[in-house]
């Protein structure tokens, strides 16, 4: 009974779709969100603590969109897009809190483990969704007669090269986010191995090779967040995590992942050639086709992000910005798609420390501390991920899965995440001291 009153809120928190009966249009993310709000401001107000611990996040992004409307006001360059991405990124973090607090009510000391397993599940059943919508036209007639597609997500269904699933598009965003959920899988299964029955086992086996068979439909973004956040994850459970496993189990876990991961990769790309799908198998498996022709594991994408790093010409703009993250009409286009680059020419030096030097120093907090929880082991991951995915889009605060993701475990177990970071940085402060 707990789980239906918990995993629907979590799971349409994270996949709510755009829907559009008889012309009319239904934001439901925006009701999710507002809606799990409401429950965060109600514990916001109850908890002193939590009030503290929101605060701090907020006043970040409260900063950033201080400096983001100085820069625009003296380029006369206005980027709607981003100041509606960090606007989104208050009310995202307030919902979190409010999803991560109904958790805690609901499972008590056990919050966190079910949070983990819930995410989990509910990347097994959206890629569930994206797998019956790519194999039957009749499934994916019905659903996008509702859910409105962008226009390159209506060009990837017709051409039968990725499934969007229940989301607009598809894309980095999708596929970094189930790359994040087989990666938890994996955590939950380490953590668990021992008791967890042998149908439980093959069950969450059969769940991690789904998620990872999802990739496949949508960008290969997540296949690079797989490899870097398993390495992640070994050197955070090695390093600091309450959970102490020996090195052994961890060594033999990870080679069989890793192999798992390569099983699921070849696996799933022969079934799409099986069933004729050869533009889904050419695209998501051009590294291995291009390996098989001409000997060179090669992909164009690759070849073509080499050419999108790049610094602005000007010394100003390299510390200010331009106020123009490179997608703005008016402004031009940048020749870029990667984050990084894109926030330098936008906001300068400046404003890419106020975006992302907050999670590399969730990051290194987690890091240097001795013993953390599973909370902080997921924000660490969910940081990871997120700095991982502007190497190759720009990715940051709005309607974004791994930041929902994020905002939940910073104050799940009442904030025992965000807690054991500021923990540690007031430990480092005092010995710099």
Known sequence: MRFLATFPLLFFFIYAPFI???GVTVYLPYFVVVVLSVFGIL????????????????????????YAFISSFFHGIF???FYYSVFSGFFILIAGCGLSSIYD???GESSTSNLTWHLFYSGVLHSIIMMLV????TVASLLYSVIPLTEKGQYFVDMGIRSPGLTSG?????????????????????????????????????GIYLVLASLALSARTGYVIIVGLTFCLLLVLIAVSMERFSFRYLTKGFFAFLFFCVFSFLSFGEFLSFLGEERAYKRSAELVINYRESGEASMGSVSALKGMYFL????????????????????????????????????????????????????????SSHRVGSEAVVLFL???????MNLKTFYFWGLRDIFKVFSIYLFVGCGVGLSSVLHVIGRLRKTSG
């Open 20 to 22: 559009r009966l008889l």
């Open 43 to 66: 514990s916001i107000f109850k908890s002193l603590r939590l009030a503290k611990l929101v605060m701090l996040p907020l006043m970040a992004l409260l900063i950033l969109l201080g």
């Open 79 to 81: 980027d709607r897009d």
């Open 105 to 107: 009510k609901t499972y």
């Open 134 to 137: 790519f194999f039957s036209d």
């Open 170 to 206: 598809g894309g980095d965003s999708l596929s970094g986010l189930h790359a994040l959920f087989a990666i938890l899988g994996f955590y939950m299964l380490l953590r668990r191995w021992e008791d967890l029955k042998l149908a439980e086992v093959v069950f969450v086996i059969i």
């Open 312 to 367: 602005p010409v000007s010394g100003l703009d390299l510390i200010w910005g331009t106020g123009d993250l490179g997608r703005n009409v008016d402004a031009g286009f940048l020749a870029s798609d990667v984050g990084y680059v894109r926030a330098l020419h936008g906001y300068g030096i400046v404003g890419l420390i106020l975006m992302y030097v907050p999670f590399v120093l969730i990051g290194l907090a987690i890091l």
């Open 382 to 388: 969910c940081a990871a991920a997120i700095l991982a």
